[in-house]
C-alpha cells in the first residue's frame, strides 16, 4: 500500500510537469510575434553618434527627406525565441545558390517588384533578408538576393557580394521599426521613445556615384549617373547640431523623432530610388516598417504621413540646411541642442498640425494582397531583374520618386481629347427629288453651210459632243412634289453597348484625374485604350499644376493586359518622366514633372493613354494612387474613381 502511495504521487508530480510543459510550449509557439528587448546590430556604424570633432560641409542639392511608400518598403515579421518553424528551401534564381532557412508562412514579401522582406528569428540570432521574392509553393521561394545578418553582428553583408541593397547594409538596418518603439521595461510598444540609430536613406541616381562607396559601405551602385565624382554608398548626412526639433510647434510626432536622429546619428546612403524632386530639390527616401505608423499614431498607413513629414523637414533644412559629415572620433556623443532653439523666419511657413494628405479608401489596393503564399507563384521575376551586386535604383518608388533630368523647355499643352462614336449604319434621311427640266437649247446662226449645237454634258467637263433633240416618250417625267418613303434606322445590337465617357468635372471644380474610355465593356481579344485625363488643374494651390504621379494596378489581374503607356504632350517637351511600363501586366507606374524654367501646368486634358488588351472574360477594376506637386510647390493626393472594365 505504501508503495502504491508513493508510486500515485509521483505519478501525479509527471502528469503535472508533462501538462506544464505542454501548456509552455503551447504558449510559446503561440506568443505574438512582437519586437523583443534585444537590440539590432549593437556594433552597427548605425549605433555610433555623430562625434563632436567631425567636420560638417553643407549640401545643397537635397531639400527634404520622408519615409517610402509601404508597397515598396520591407515588411518585417518576427519569430520569437523558442518557437519551431518549418524550414523553406530559398533558391538565388541570379547565383543559384539554395539554403534551407526557417520562414514562417506568413511572412508576405513587398507588393512590388522590389519584393523586399525581413524576418528576424529571435532563436537562432539571425536576420533573414529577401530581394524580389516570390512563394513559389509553400515550402519554396525564389529571390534575386538573399542574405541572413547576425542580429549581434553589425549588419553589413559578409561575404560582400551578397547584398540586397546596393550598400550591404542589411535592410533592418537603419530602418525605422517596432523594435525603435518598444519599450525595454515592459515590452509594450511607446510611441514617445527616440530613434536610437542612424537612418538609412536612399538618394536618386543623378546624384550618385557610378559603383562608388566608402566604409562601413561594402559596394556601390551601378545605376549612379554622376560618375567618380558622385555621392558614394556609406556616405553620412547630418542636420547641425543647434536644430531642437522639441522646440518647433506644430511637428508631427513621427517628423520630430526623424530630424533627432538625423541630428544625433545620422543618414547613411544606402541605395538608390527613383523619387522625384520637391521644391526643385532632390528629396530621400528613408526605410520605415509598413504598418508601424498605424500603431504608433492610429494613421491606416505610412504613405498618409508621406506629404506632412516632407514638407515639415523641408521647411526645417531650409533654414537650417543638411550637412555632409567627415572625420571625427567615434564613441563621442555631440553636445545637447539648446531648449529654447527656434526656427529662423523663412519664406516657407511650417506646415500645420493637421496633415494635408487625405488618402481614400480605394487607393490602397496592394494592401488587400493576400498574405500567405498560394500554391503556384503569384508573381513570377522577369529575367532582366538586377542581380544582387547590382542592385536596381526603383526601390521604394514613392509618392516623391526624384527625376534625373534638369527642366528646361517650354510647356505646350494639348487639348483634351473627346472620344466619339462613329454608329456603324448611317440612317437613311427624307429626300426631294427634283426632276431635271428639259433642256434649252439656244442657236446662233452663223455662215457655216450646216449649222451645228454643241453642250458639255453633266458627267464629263472636257468632251463636246452634237446635241440632237430626242422626242418626248409616252411615260412622263414624275412631279416635283413626289418624295421617297424613308427607312427607319436599324438599332445598334444590344451587344455592342454605346459607349458612356464620364463627364468632366465643372470649371472652378477641385483638380482630379479620372479615367476615360470609349466602353467600359469590351470582347475579349480586342485592343482598347485609356486616357488618364487632368481636369481643372487651375483648382491646385498656386493655380497649376507641375507634376502629376499615378500610380496604378488593375484588380483582379487577369481580364485585362497592359501593353503600353504612351505620354501625351500636356507637359512641356523635355519634362521628366519616371515610367515602369508594364513590367507586371497588371501595373504600371508613371510620374512626369514639368521642366525647370516651364510654367505650370494650367489647361486640362490627357497626361498619359494606356494601351490595354483583353485578355480574359471577366471584370477588373483599375485602380490608382493620384498625386500632383501644385504650383506651390505642395504634395498631395487627389481623388480617383476607380474605372470597371468588363470583358465578354
Known amino acids: 500500500m505504501i508503495y502504491w502511495y508513493i508510486s500515485k504521487r509521483v505519478f501525479a508530480r509527471v502528469w503535472l510537469m508533462t501538462l506544464l510543459l505542454t501548456l509552455a510550449l503551447f504558449f510559446t509557439q503561440y506568443q505574438p510575434a512582437e519586437a523583443q528587448t534585444v537590440q539590432l546590430y549593437p556594433s552597427s556604424a548605425f549605433r555610433t553618434p555623430i562625434p563632436a570633432n567631425a567636420s560638417y560641409t553643407q549640401e545643397t542639392r537635397i531639400g527634404s527627406f520622408r519615409q517610402g511608400q509601404e508597397m515598396w518598403s520591407t515588411p518585417t515579421f518576427r519569430v520569437a525565441a523558442g518557437t519551431s518553424v518549418p524550414l523553406v528551401t530559398i533558391t538565388n534564381v541570379d547565383s543559384g545558390r539554395v539554403e534551407r532557412w526557417p520562414i514562417p508562412t506568413t511572412a508576405v514579401p513587398a507588393a512590388e517588384d522590389d519584393g523586399a522582406m525581413a524576418v528576424i528569428n529571435y532563436g537562432t540570432g539571425l536576420v533573414y533578408e529577401f530581394y524580389a521574392a516570390t512563394w513559389t509553393s509553400p515550402t519554396t521561394i525564389n529571390a534575386y538576393g538573399m542574405v541572413s545578418f547576425p542580429i549581434n553582428g553589425n549588419g553589413v553583408s559578409n561575404p560582400t557580394y551578397r547584398r540586397v541593397s546596393a550598400a550591404g547594409f542589411a535592410l533592418t538596418n537603419g530602418i525605422v521599426s517596432l523594435e525603435d518603439f518598444t519599450n525595454p521595461a515592459t515590452g509594450a510598444v511607446d510611441a514617445s521613445r527616440s530613434i536610437n540609430h542612424a537612418l538609412s536613406m536612399h538618394l536618386p ?315 467600359p465593356t469590351v470582347v475579349n481579344g480586342t485592343i482598347f485604350t485609356i486616357d488618364m485625363v487632368l481636369d481643372n488643374p487651375t483648382g491646385a494651390a498656386g493655380g497649376g499644376v507641375n507634376n502629376v504621379e499615378l500610380d496604378c494596378i488593375f484588380t483582379p489581374d487577369g481580364p485585362v493586359a497592359g501593353q503600353n503607356v504612351t505620354a501625351s504632350s500636356m507637359f512641356a517637351p523635355g519634362s521628366v518622366v519616371n515610367l515602369q511600363n508594364y513590367q507586371w501586366p497588371d501595373y504600371f507606374y508613371y510620374d512626369v514633372y514639368q521642366a525647370a524654367g516651364s510654367p505650370p501646368v494650367t489647361v486640362g486634358g490627357t497626361v498619359v493613354t494606356l494601351t490595354i488588351r483583353a485578355n480574359a472574360p471577366g471584370s477588373t477594376a483599375l485602380q490608382c494612387n493620384v498625386h500632383i506637386t501644385d504650383a506651390a510647390g505642395s504634395y498631395l493626393v487627389i481623388p480617383f474613381t476607380p474605372l470597371t472594365i468588363t470583358v465578354q
Open 205 to 519: 541616381a543623378a546624384l550618385l556615384g557610378t559603383d562608388t562607396f566608402i566604409s562601413p559601405a561594402v559596394g556601390g551602385e551601378t545605376s549612379g549617373t554622376a560618375g567618380a565624382t558622385g555621392i558614394p554608398m556609406g556616405a553620412l548626412y547630418a542636420l547641425p547640431r543647434n536644430l531642437n526639433p522639441n522646440s518647433i510647434s506644430g511637428l508631427h510626432p513621427l517628423t520630430v523623432r526623424l530630424l533627432t536622429a538625423a541630428r544625433d546619428y545620422g543618414l547613411y546612403i544606402s541605395d538608390a530610388t527613383g523619387a522625384p524632386m520637391y521644391n526643385g530639390k532632390y528629396a530621400g527616401t528613408l526605410e520605415m516598417e509598413p504598418g508601424l505608423a498605424s500603431r504608433l499614431y492610429g494613421t491606416p498607413l505610412n504613405d498618409d504621413l508621406i506629404s506632412r513629414v516632407q514638407s515639415e523637414v523641408y521647411s526645417v533644412i531650409q533654414s537650417y540646411g543638411i550637412y555632409r559629415i567627415n572625420g571625427g572620433t567615434p564613441g563621442t556623443p555631440p553636445p545637447a541642442a539648446t531648449a529654447t532653439m527656434t526656427v529662423p523666419p523663412t519664406n516657407t511657413p511650417l506646415p500645420s498640425a493637421t496633415p494635408t494628405r487625405t488618402p481614400t479608401a480605394t487607393q490602397t489596393p496592394t494592401v488587400t494582397r493576400t498574405p500567405s503564399p498560394s500554391a503556384t507563384p503569384t508573381r513570377t521575376p522577369t529575367a532582366t531583374r538586377t542581380p544582387t551586386v547590382t542592385r536596381t535604383p526603383t526601390r521604394t518608388p514613392s509618392p516623391t520618386r526624384t527625376p534625373t533630368v534638369t527642366r528646361t523647355p517650354t510647356r505646350t499643352p494639348g487639348p483634351s481629347p473627346t472620344p466619339t462614336h462613329t454608329p456603324t449604319r448611317t440612317p437613311v434621311i427624307t429626300a426631294t427629288r427634283t426632276p431635271s427640266p428639259t433642256p434649252t437649247l439656244t442657236a446662233t446662226r452663223t455662215p457655216s453651210p450646216t449649222p451645228t449645237f454643241t453642250v458639255t454634258p453633266a458627267l464629263t467637263n472636257t468632251a463636246t459632243r452634237t446635241w440632237t433633240p430626242i422626242p418626248p416618250t409616252a411615260t412622263p417625267l414624275p412631279t416635283n412634289t413626289a418624295t421617297w418613303t424613308p427607312i427607319p434606322p436599324t438599332p445598334l445590337p444590344t451587344s455592342t453597348p454605346i459607349p458612356t465617357i464620364p463627364p468632366a468635372p465643372p470649371a472652378g471644380a477641385p483638380v482630379a484625374v479620372r479615367a476615360v474610355t470609349v466602353s
